[in-house]
């Protein structure tokens, strides 16, 4: 067996095996598994105490089938260490869409449902995304973009990952005048068990400890039960606002049931409407979602890729396969129940600790299975982000690295790369960032004198983007 998946999957040629890759899997799926609990918690209203008619247990069971089967691919197919599930940010923007649809005619006369047309809207824009593929037009746009873009991309993304990171460790923290803020409660539980596991993780890599995020994740998990358990104990907890208030007492649960059976996901299984769809008011939310998919693709994939080193001489090898498990994961998504389906940035976690093969991906998407079975124990640790904070802070520091690869001299390189740098983490939006900087791109080039250097397809991608912010983007907010 242990030949047939060094030959299967290269390992030897890229310098990996078996345990590393597996090991990585594992770490992936932690770092991302919080989008079993957060997806229908989204996509049901739960979250917004807004009920939108979907049900929580069957888009869970959506949300992992769809995760397991987009990612077997990848690792299967396209033998990258990439794994996929429901995108955040599309999941939010899918509800959003749900209110939309109440306007289309045959909602307003009780003939149809919103939430039905908006799965629609998902498999209409993932069926869009295979003609882009079938075209060959996704693998020229990113042939076309510069190597200083490739690198600005990598580094924005690990910025990006790095504060998600430090907003679910607690230590940086929402204020009104200047958005975020340092968290000045040192001394809270979920900032101990953060730098405590940040600490852990560091040393640990610092020391070329195999494993050492995955034993950073155990090491947090392990003192955020027994803070749990003791802090009650030894102090009023009610007494202590910054204690009481804290994720870890509000939060994370420890449910000594590991096993359970899963929901059935009838009430959302091929339920999209692709008639109601298409009606002229939902048209321009296909486009945003078609946006959206390319943009996160081509951002995840380039960021990983460089961060994995796949990438040489600016190509990216069987950079259509990748992109054909992403359309495949978004189109049958939306027909078992889950708003798109996209390629992880927390995949970077597991190429981090020397995932280099589809092994890691497959690896991923059999947990994503089992977690079906064992969500009572995925979501001990899914219900507290803080225990896998310091695994995203740490990746993020390694993919800053890029940032020496950015021809800074050259500012027709470095300005558009610095836009994605800042623009990836301040929108919170990957496809955002790229945006800035692909539509700034080809203007500095070209009235510098220098617009021959640019790929052609550049200049289509920034004029499409201008049209799409300023008729599509600005009608639908």
């Known amino acids: 067996m242990q030949a047939f998946l060094d030959r299967y999957f290269k390992l030897a040629e890229r310098g990996t095996n078996v345990r590393t890759e597996i090991v990585a899997g594992l770490i992936t799926f932690l770092t991302m598994s919080y989008i079993i609990f957060v997806q229908p918690a989204v996509l049901s209203g739960q979250m917004f105490n807004k009920p939108t008619g979907m049900d929580f247990g069957a888009v869970m069971v959506a949300t992992c089938l769809a995760a397991a089967l987009a990612t077997v691919i990848m690792g299967l197919y396209a033998n ?6 429901p995108g955040m940010g599309e999941n939010f923007f899918f509800v959003g869409v749900i209110a939309a649809a109440a306007a289309v005619p045959a909602v307003v006369a009780g003939h149809a449902v919103a939430w039905h047309v908006a799965l629609g809207v998902v498999f209409i824009s993932g069926i869009l995304f295979f003609i882009l593929y079938a075209l060959g037009i996704r693998e020229r746009m990113l042939d076309a973009i510069s190597p200083s873009l490739k690198n600005g991309i990598a580094v924005g993304i690990g910025l990006f990952i790095a504060f998600i990171g430090l907003q679910n460790s607690g230590l940086i923290v929402a204020a009104p005048g200047t958005l975020v803020r340092l968290n000045s409660h040192f001394a809270s539980p979920d900032l101990c068990v953060f730098f405590f596991g940040l600490m852990l993780t560091a040393i640990l890599h610092t020391r070329r400890v195999r494993g050492s995020i995955l034993w950073g994740i155990g090491g947090a998990t392990l003192l955020s039960i027994g803070l ?3 802090l009650p104990h030894i ?35 091929m339920k999209m409407d692709l008639v109601n769809a298409i009606v002229p008011v939902m048209i321009p939310f296909i486009i945003m979602f078609l946006f959206m998919d390319v943009f996160d693709t081509i951002g995840t994939m380039i960021g990983v890729a460089e961060q994995a080193g796949f990438v040489k001489d600016n190509k990216l090898p069987d950079a259509g396969r990748v992109m054909l498990a992403d359309q495949v994961g978004t189109v ?4 078992l129940g889950t708003s798109t389906t996209t390629s992880y940035i927390e995949s970077c976690a597991g190429v981090e600790h020397g995932g280099r093969t589809g ?16 969500s009572p124990l995925v979501g001990m640790i899914a ?17 800053v690295g890029n940032v020496l690869k950015v021809k800074w001299t050259d500012y027709s390189e470095s300005v558009p790369a610095f836009l994605v740098m800042i623009g990836i983490p301040l929108t919170y939006s990957i496809s955002d960032g790229i945006a800035l900087g692909f539509l700034t791109y080809p203007v500095i080039k070209l009235f510098s004198g220098r617009g021959r250097e640019v790929n052609w397809l550049m200049y289509v991608i920034a004029v499409l983007l201008l049209l799409h912010f300023v008729f599509v983007r600005s009608s639908i907010g």
Do not use: N
């Open 383 to 399: 219900s507290y982000p803080t225990i896998t904070a310091p695994a995203l802070v740490l990746v993020g520091a390694m993919m």
């Open 228 to 230: 749990k358990l003791i």
């Open 80 to 85: 990258y260490p990439i794994a996929l599930a």
């Open 235 to 269: 102090i009023q907890v009610a007494a202590l606002p910054m204690v009481s208030e804290s994720k870890l007492m509000t939060r994370f649960v420890i449910d000594m049931q590991i096993v359970s059976m899963p929901p059935s996901i009838g009430p959302v299984f």
């Open 359 to 374: 092994l890691t991906a497959v690896t991923t998407a059999a947990l994503f299975l089992l977690a079906l079975f064992f």
């Open 332 to 335: 049958v998504g939306a027909a």
